[in-house]
């Protein structure tokens, strides 16, 4: 792991349990992740996270990890690219209310908002949905320059999102994870494109 890496190592903080017994329910639970899933880079961390959260090891075969930032174009990039912003408290900006319910509160400072309930008259004008309209109402706002975007359940709103990358917005990370069988694929390679395309 780069000098980098030891830095936001230093920095993380296991944010879920907070009484004994939770602690060593939690760190049971993670050696036995560790059984199955690298921990070897940052990118390990997260999927060793995410399999904990799913309960499911197949899932660490399921994340993709796309960009580059000063220290080189590996997979931990965006980790960094993401801890970085968390650290200099940027906003984490979220498609809808349950995926904002979803960021823990302790363990920074950064504000949480959500997409959905902007850009009403936008949607409702168009005929696009309500995510993909608010996207595009924060982006005029300059909310996404600089900020955590995720994307936890709008595949419209990732495209939104992609969109506004390539007029010029600049998030510092994205987390993308839209739902459902249609478009959500589709929207998840398009995030891509555009994270590679724009860096």
């Not at 936001?8 to 939690?26: C, H, K, P, S, V």
């Not at 801890?83 to 509160?105: F, H, Q, W």
Request: glycine content about 10%.
């Amino acid at each position: 792991m780069t000098d980098d890496g030891r830095e936001f190592e230093r920095e993380y903080a296991d944010l879920g349990a907070t009484t004994q017994n939770a602690m060593d329910i939690a760190e049971t639970s993670m050696d036995i992740v560790r059984q199955f899933v690298p921990d070897e880079t940052l990118a390990d961390r997260i999927r060793q996270k995410s399999v904990h959260s799913m309960g499911d090891i197949e899932f660490q075969h399921l994340i993709e990890f796309t960009g580059g930032d000063g220290l080189g174009d590996d997979e931990d990039a965006p980790v960094r690219a993401g801890a970085r912003a968390v650290l200099d408290e940027a906003t984490i900006v979220t498609d809808i209310t349950m995926s904002k319910a979803g960021i823990t509160g302790r363990g920074h400072n950064c504000e949480k908002r959500k997409a959905i309930g902007n850009g009403a008259e936008l949607a409702k004008e168009t005929g696009m949905t309500r995510t993909a309209a608010s996207v595009l109402e924060l982006d005029k706002q300059g909310v996404y320059d600089g900020a955590v975007a995720t994307i936890g359940n709008a595949p419209t709103a990732a495209f939104a999102l992609a969109d506004c990358i390539e007029d010029g917005t600049r998030p510092a990370a994205i987390v993308a994870t839209p739902v459902g069988f249609v478009k959500a694929e589709e929207s998840r390679q398009r995030i891509r494109e555009v994270s590679e395309a724009y860096d």
